[in-house]
């Protein structure tokens, strides 16, 4: 007979592990298939199903990963969603992907994904990824062709091509729409803005240096 001791710890140990199973991604399908209505007004946690008459092969399939995108942006980077918003038939599947191009010295800037892990895979050239802990501790390096690193969910981490030439990365998520908070871009052009003696004191500098952020970051 186990002792009682033995047999609270190992309810304990089931208990967290079923919690962790739930918080790690999306919540588990509970039909075949549940193809979004994207034009629906009604929303859950997650998009609702249309119709599995309506069903088609193209509500599984995007071409759009195929290609470079065009990197000409401020960053010199850009990223490729394929997620729920792009494939429908990813609702309730609890996966994406995403492609992002980098110029040479092209920077994917510091932001998080707060619904998903992240697992990188190069595809051409050399970038240079890391990521934040929450005791401020870096973690990062250089990877390169046929190489994946990845990051954890919820942390700010960010990726540099440290290259001469273009680089390419196909970027995986444990959830259909994992979201993406840019750190710059949330703090200094959200909307309504972020207070200026926040900013000022969060960043130990002045008002003018709080105006100057702002107009570079504002959408253009």
């Known amino acids: 007979m186990p002792s009682t001791n033995s047999s609270l710890f190992l309810c304990l140990f089931l208990a967290a592990t079923s919690l962790n199973l739930i918080i790690a ?17 009604v929303r859950v946690n997650g998009f609702p199903c249309k119709p599995a008459t309506n069903v088609t092969a193209s509500d599984f399939f995007f071409a759009g990963l195929a290609h470079p995108g065009a ?5 010199g980077s850009v990223v490729t969603a394929a997620n729920v918003e792009r494939i429908p038939g990813l609702n309730t599947l609890g996966v994406s992907l995403s492609r992002v191009d980098y110029a040479p010295g092209g920077l994917n800037p510091p932001h998080v994904h707060p619904r ?17 802990t929450t005791a401020n501790r870096v973690v990062g390096r250089r990877i390169g062709q046929g190489e994946v690193f990845v990051f954890p969910r919820g942390l700010v ?41 926040v ?22």
């Open 71 to 75: 990197t000409n942006t401020t960053m």
């Open 25 to 41: 991604a999306d919540p588990d399908m509970l039909q075949d298939l549940c193809v979004a209505d994207l034009n629906s007004a």
């Open 157 to 197: 981490h960010w990726q540099r091509n440290v290259g001469s030439t273009p680089a390419a990365a196909i970027a995986a998520f444990n959830s259909q729409l994992p979201g993406t908070l840019g750190v710059a871009a949330a703090l200094f052009a959200s909307e309504p803005p972020v207070a200026d003696e």
């Open 116 to 132: 998903a892990t992240e697992i990188v895979f190069v595809l051409t050239g050399e970038i240079e990824v890391g990521f934040v």
């Open 199 to 220: 900013l000022e004191r969060a960043f130990q500098i002045g008002a003018g240096e709080v105006r100057r952020i702002r107009r570079r970051l504002a959408p253009h």
